[in-house]
């Protein structure tokens, strides 16, 4: 279990205000387990899809693109 995590959240949602708070307790209380369960459940569709992102791939023209991920990203194009 990762307990930063949980106490990282539960620090957001305490920061919140009142009325958003609400809103977040309503939100939560009608996901069930089995809903979350059925969501994250790699369908034969999904994983298809998942194997098929590295084929027929055109290469890139940038450089060094793992080493230099954030700056393609978050740089402003000039």
């Given amino acids: 279990m990762n307990t930063q995590l ?3 959240l539960v620090q957001v ?7 958003e708070r609400a809103l977040l ?3 939560l209380a009608t996901a069930s387990p089995l809903e979350a369960a059925t969501d994250s459940a790699w369908t034969e569709e999904a994983v298809d899809v998942f194997l098929a992102l590295g084929r027929d791939v ?16 978050y740089s402003n194009p000039e």
């Avoid at 949602?13 to 009325?19: D, G, K, Q, R, W």
């Avoid at 290469?59 to 693109?65: A, D």
Wanted: net charge neutral.
């Fill in 6 to 8: 949980v106490d990282s």
């Fill in 13 to 19: 949602i305490l920061a919140l205000p009142t009325e």
């Fill in 25 to 27: 307790g309503e939100k």
């Fill in 58 to 73: 055109v290469p890139g023209r940038l450089k060094n693109t793992a080493v230099n991920h954030d700056r393609y990203l």
